[in-house]
């Protein structure tokens, strides 16, 4: 069955780096555009980036434009987000999908705060 794992999260001090991996198996990654989403508490899931399957094209969202980084490795079925120049707003859960499909891992928290 399609299992994601993300990891890399943690707690950074505003202005630092995190990089946050999501491992997939169960389908063939290399077919799919994957997408990383954050969640509040309260809050709806938002969009923060996009990538094609062949990792040709990009799209993120306004908040996260110029900081934030989405690529993979399909030959190792992995999704990265760099993430730079974080700020507190930037604090959430991170999930990684592929676009299109209603399969969601357990997430990791980031956590930007002094």
């Known amino acids: 069955q399609v299992q994601l794992v993300e990891s890399g999260g943690g707690l950074v001090h505003p202005g630092g780096s995190l990089t946050l991996s999501c491992a997939a198996s169960?389908?063939?990654?290399?077919?799919?555009?994957m997408s990383w989403h954050r969640q509040v508490p309260g809050k709806e899931r938002e969009l923060v980036a996009r990538i094609t399957s062949a990792g040709g094209t990009t799209n993120y969202a306004d908040s996260v434009k110029g900081r934030f980084t989405i690529s993979r490795d399909n030959a190792k079925n992995t999704l990265y987000l760099q993430m730079n120049s974080l700020k507190p707003e930037d604090t959430a859960v991170y999930y990684c999908k592929p676009v299109g499909y209603d399969y969601w891992g357990q997430g990791t928290q980031v956590t930007v705060s002094s």
């Open positions: 169960g389908f063939t990654f290399s077919r799919y555009a």
